[in-house]
């Protein structure tokens, strides 16, 4: 996966960046599908559940779920038995667990650029600004950074030149109280081992105490309801000059004869991937390319 880089002007920036959050996006969703292959296996208070699923492009990922932490990866030869070191990992043995992996160095570029998602799943709005939580953060850091370690054995020599390649979400954690972490596997190793995650901690902690409606308090989404969708942006179907265009949310070029929406703004998108983003996914009824305000004028 490319990342931004400080060389790339701020359109193409910001053209990757939505790229990735839509990426983020159906890594997530593809995550919480039932029906899913789980294994959950729990000690005293604790627990940890692993979850096989395929994203939209059919490739294979876990998800590994504890109290404090939500983790997607992709599979692996070297981590396709990640169940096997859960009982490890509760009993705060995972540095003498026996690597899992096997890969050469040939390969090694795939493994430790791997796409990684991390989520501390405490509600940012119930963070506290005091030593026993920071005490219980750093712990939940450290295990991440020695189940990554643990991964991805030989990322332990990148060059502090080559970080960062992490994200943080901050749509997510405004949409869904919680802190979110995308990035390549080395990147994460590097910022779980180095302070940068509680660099970033602190930052937050600090947003908090100054302007808390702004993060504890989201204003709500407003979303196209069905009815005001077909209304506004009736659906047609595609034809020969309509081709010039591609849908700025799945990235796809539109075809003769597909079903598709025209914007006021004159923007030209796949039809159920702006009705998905209209009714389920946006903050504000915006276009996702020019931002131009969708709402009817009577609507509005």
Known sequence: MQFPTSQMEETERNELLQKIERQIDDLVESSKKEGLDTFTLTKDN???????????EGKEYIKVSTKSVEAILPIH????????????????????????HKYNTRNKNNYVKDPISLILTEPVDE??????????????????????????????DIS??????????????VENNQLMLYGEASSLLYAAKNGYVHGLIDN???????IPDDISSPPPPVRFTMKEFKEIL????????HTIHTCAICMEDIKVRSRICMTKCGH???????????????????????????????SS
């Open 46 to 56: 604790n627990y940890i559940e692993t979850a096989c699923f395929v994203n939209s």
């Open 77 to 100: 030869s070297y981590n396709s038995n990640f169940k096997e070191i859960s009982d490890k990992i509760l009993n705060n043995n995972i540095n003498n667990c026996q690597k899992v």
């Open 127 to 156: 963070w506290s600004d005091s030593d026993e939580f920071r005490r219980s953060m750093g712990s939940v850091i450290e295990q991440i950074g020695n189940i990554l370690k643990h991964l991805y054995r030989d990322c332990d």
């Open 160 to 173: 502090p030149d080559d970080y960062p390649q992490m994200i943080f979400n901050y749509n997510y954690m």
């Open 204 to 210: 937050i902690l600090s947003l908090i105490n100054e």
């Open 234 to 241: 009736p659906i047609i179907n595609a034809k020969r000059e």
């Open 268 to 298: 030209c998108f796949h039809s159920r991937c702006l009705r998905r983003w209209l009714v389920n996914k946006c903050q504000t009824p915006q276009c996702p390319c020019c931002r131009e305000c969708l709402l009817d004028e009577t």
